[in-house]
């Protein structure tokens, strides 16, 4: 046994692999099938509103009204309650930096810095090192709970996610051979979707495929200009939607409005201390001309979310940053707190960590940014840029299988950047042990997710919690 650089033993892969059989000993891959809630489960509305607490009060009715609308936007914004039952679950021992919240809306087309689309997980607000199952369970699910709001049966549903493990097992069985280098230079472009929905698709599937990818090339920052900015005076600024875009003129004037644009100027002048060099110089050469607050995502609304207006060489060059609120991950209570002080330092480090490739402009910085005067982290990256989705909703059952597989293949991949994928591969085996058992766990868990809506649904009648969707 030799010791690596960080002083860390250095295992053999024969020892990794040990490492991996005597955890799938400790605990079996069929212990992971089923879900069977604590007998002190918390009350989910309850989780909801501890959440809600510490957000902007004026916005918590849109996030109820987004979880009202079905038991997959309800699962979207639910990871707190699934980190806590997953806690209660069966683990392998191994860990890996988990994304945290794997659902299948989180894997998307992205742009690379070399301008190329790639394939990857798109969201880390949660991110934290924890088992590695825990994301798969979660993707797993989101399967499940997709495919019940297409009207799939619940043998197409078993097929898919079965698909779907296997392609992660398999991923990182093929993972496990390769040399460290060759991992991490691993990635997923555009050909090797196009090929797989050339072979795998039928002709409208692969339709699809090349609409999202020629509408994610336009997703970008000039897309955005054109879309949330007006000319007026002879000046760009944002274009007022609210609530879900508010100019900060419009929310507050005087004193309290110069007191915010001043925290978030200091903002994007330190959080450049994130990036690195050659990116601060390039972010020097734009300068912020106006501010929004902007409401973003199911899970994510209600907390401080700023999309800043910076311009470069003219009045059409523009920049389009997002500076998004980081709080503490929903998996900190079960995983143990964050090795970072900063909880935008801890979200950037996740996606540098498990992305094959990321925002330039991807940072982070801790200000005071907000009505109520107090400090808050903040992770900033691009609003746009090249970001494109294959839509759940109107795949049939043969393409959410394949797109299931390409999201387990991904996730896969980030997971051995960071894990032990020699460990994670002998626990998986070549058997479909594994397999069958996430199945029969994302079923069930989908039918826990069912009632957990309900009872949200049922505090919205009740008056528990205000629901309201914008107007």
């Known amino acids: 046994m030799n010791q690596g650089s960080d002083g860390v033993p250095h295992l053999s892969p024969q020892e990794r692999a040990g490492r991996g059989k005597a955890a799938r000993r400790k605990v079996p891959r069929s212990s992971h099938a089923g879900f069977t809630p604590a007998g002190k489960r918390p009350d989910p509305v309850a989780v909801v509103e501890e959440q809600s607490a510490t957000r902007v009060p004026e916005l918590i009715p849109i996030r109820y009204a987004r979880m009202t609308e079905s038991p997959f936007r309800f699962y979207r914004g639910a990871a707190a309650i699934m980190a806590g039952d997953l806690a209660a679950t069966p683990r392998s021992g191994i860990t890996a930096q988990l994304c945290g919240d794997a659902h299948l809306l989180n894997f998307r087309l992205l742009g690379s810095p070399e301008r190329r689309l790639v394939f990857d997980i798109n969201d880390f607000d949660e991110t934290l090192p924890g088992p590695w199952e825990w994301d798969v369970k979660r993707l797993a699910a989101s399967l499940v709970i997709a495919g019940r709001e297409n009207g799939y049966s619940r043998k197409e549903r078993a097929v898919i996610v079965r698909a779907t493990v296997r392609s992660y097992r398999e991923r990182m069985r093929f993972l496990a051979g390769l040399g460290n280098l060759a991992v991490w230079y691993e990635h997923a472009d555009m050909e090797e979707l196009q090929a797989l929905a050339s072979r795998r698709l039928s002709g409208r599937g692969r339709g699809r495929v090349s609409k999202a990818m020629a509408k994610a090339r336009t997703t970008d920052n000039l897309r955005a200009f054109e879309k949330l900015t007006r000319l007026g005076g002879g000046q760009r600024r944002f274009a007022a939607d609210p609530p879900l875009i508010v100019p900060l003129d419009d929310m507050v004037a005087g004193g309290e409005r110069d007191r915010i644009a001043r925290g978030l100027a200091d903002l994007i002048e330190r959080y450049g201390q994130s990036l690195s060099t050659d990116r601060r110089h390039l972010l020097r050469q734009y300068r912020l001309v106006d501010i929004a607050r902007k409401v973003v ?56 960590l498990m992305q094959a490739t990321g925002d330039i402009f991807l940072g982070w910085d801790r200000v005071e940014a907000g009505l109520d005067q107090r400090q808050r982290d903040f992770y900033v990256r691009q609003l746009h840029d090249w970001k494109g989705i294959l839509v759940p909703q109107i795949m049939v059952p043969n393409g959410m299988r394949v797109f299931g597989e390409f999201c387990a293949a991904t996730l896969a991949r980030a997971h051995a950047r960071s894990g032990d994928r020699i460990a994670i591969a002998a626990y998986l085996g070549s058997g479909d042990t594994f397999d069958r058992a996430l199945a029969e766990f994302a079923e069930s868990y989908a039918d826990q997710n069912e009632r957990d809506h309900r009872a949200l649904v049922d505090a919205a009648r009740a008056g528990r919690v205000a629901a309201a969707a914008p107007a």
């Open 297 to 352: 995502g199911v899970g994510s609304v209600g907390t401080r979310c700023w999309v800043l207006l910076m311009l470069g060489r003219d009045d059409e060059d523009p920049l389009i940053l997002q500076a998004k609120e980081a709080d503490r991950s929903v998996l900190a209570a079960h995983v143990g707190e964050s090795a970072y002080d900063n909880q935008g330092q801890r979200v950037v480090a996740g996606q540098r």
